[in-house]
Structure formats: C-alpha cells, structure tokens
T-cell receptor, first 112, second 110 residues
C-alpha cells in the first residue's frame, strides 16, 4: 500500500515548455486534488476531482489542466510553463467522507 | 467560502517549554478542522483532526488542539517541545477540498 505517489520529485523547465506531473493513489478514493505551495502562502487548491471523469477548478486554476480517466490517476498538465509556476506541487487523495486527506511527497518545479 | 488565519508566521521556543500555535477560521458551513506538520523537504503529515464530538482533540507526538466554535478557533498546543518538533505547521479547514492557513514555523532552540 503505497498511498499517494507523485512523479517526478524535481523538474526544471524552460519558459513555454509543457509537462505533466503524475499522481497515483492505491486507496480507492474517489476524491483527489492538486495544491501548490509557495513561501508564506500555505497550500492553495489548483484543481480537484470527485471521481473518474469529473473535475473542477480550485482557487488558482489558470495555466493548469487536469483529467481523471481512472480512479487511481490524476495528472496535472502545464501547457506552457511560466516562471510564476515555480512552486512545490502536492497531490492529495481524500477519504469518502472528507475525514482525512493523504498527501504525496511533492514535486519541486522550477521554471526558468 | 472559508478562510484560515494563522496568527504567527514564526514561533521560537526553547526545548521543554510549552507552545501554542494559533489558528482562526471562518466558514459558512460546517467543516472539519485539521493540523498538518511539514518537516523540511517532505510532504504533509496529519497531526490531528476535529470532526465532531469532544472539542479537545489529541494527536500524534504529544500534540493536542481545542475546537472553540464561539471564537472560531482551533489552536494547537504541546506542553513540552523537543528539538525534533522544529517544522512548519499548517491549519486547514474543509471537507474534501481544504483551505490552508499560511503556516507557522516552529523553531525549537536548545
């Protein structure tokens, strides 16, 4: 039982490049979400999904796309990276009743 | 809509002293309350949570928190801290989608 697995752990992108941050969970949770963490700002919700085929925007969705084709996977896509997207990204998987969220180890992304 | 305010960005404290990390929240609906800890270069680990029932909640590593509905607070306490408690602590509210505070960096000094 691995919990929530995020890949890669580190990534450097050039401005304008695209990439996908991967997130997988093996707890059969319907609810998954993506956050970004910036110094002094805590974690902010980017996108979330309440089940396969259903996604919605969070607080800071601009510049990011998501899809949810399976219960296990919830990838986050940066279509055209910008320096403002330099951050640490966390994926979370949440129990059915919302009583606990499990976080991955994070992806540290630098856009130059 | 919901929001979380962590009143202290940094809290320096000596080893074996007590500590309180403050958290105030606002929400138009009933929510769950959480405290998470983040050690350097790591993910978030759940310390404790309030879902319902007793307002005093005990968590891991000797931490506890008290839910105060009238003051909309959920302060985190530990009676005696250790060097190993040095970390960043986040208060969060919500059900499934969480709203986080900006974090409090606890610095335990020998």
């Amino acid at each position: 039982n691995a919990g929530v697995t995020q890949t890669p752990k580190f990534q450097v992108l050039k401005t304008g490049q695209s990439m996908t941050l991967q997130c997988a969970q093996d707890m059969n949770h319907e609810y998954m979400s993506w956050y970004r963490q910036d110094p002094g700002m805590g974690l902010r919700l980017i996108h979330y999904s309440v089940g396969a085929g259903i996604t919605d925007q969070g607080e800071v969705p601009n510049g990011y796309n998501v899809s949810r084709s399976t219960t296990e996977d919830f990838p986050l896509r940066l279509l055209s990276a910008a320096p403002s997207q330099t951050s640490v990204y966390f994926c979370a998987s949440t129990t059915q009743g919302g009583t606990e969220a499990f976080f991955g180890q994070g992806t540290r992304l630098t856009v130059v | 809509a919901q929001s979380v305010t962590q009143l202290d960005s940094q809290v320096p404290v000596f080893e074996e002293a007590p500590v309180e990390l403050r958290c105030n929240y606002s929400s138009s609906v009933s929510v769950y309350l959480f405290w998470y800890v983040q050690y350097p270069n790591q993910g978030l680990q759940l310390l404790l949570k309030y879902l319902s029932g007793s307002t005093l909640v005990k968590g891991i590593n000797g931490f506890e928190a008290e839910f105060n509905k009238s003051q909309t607070s959920f302060h985190l306490r530990k009676p005696s801290v250790h060097i190993s408690d040095t970390a960043e602590y986040f208060c969060a509210v919500g059900r499934r989608a969480l709203t986080f505070g900006s974090g409090t960096r606890l610095q335990v000094q020998p």
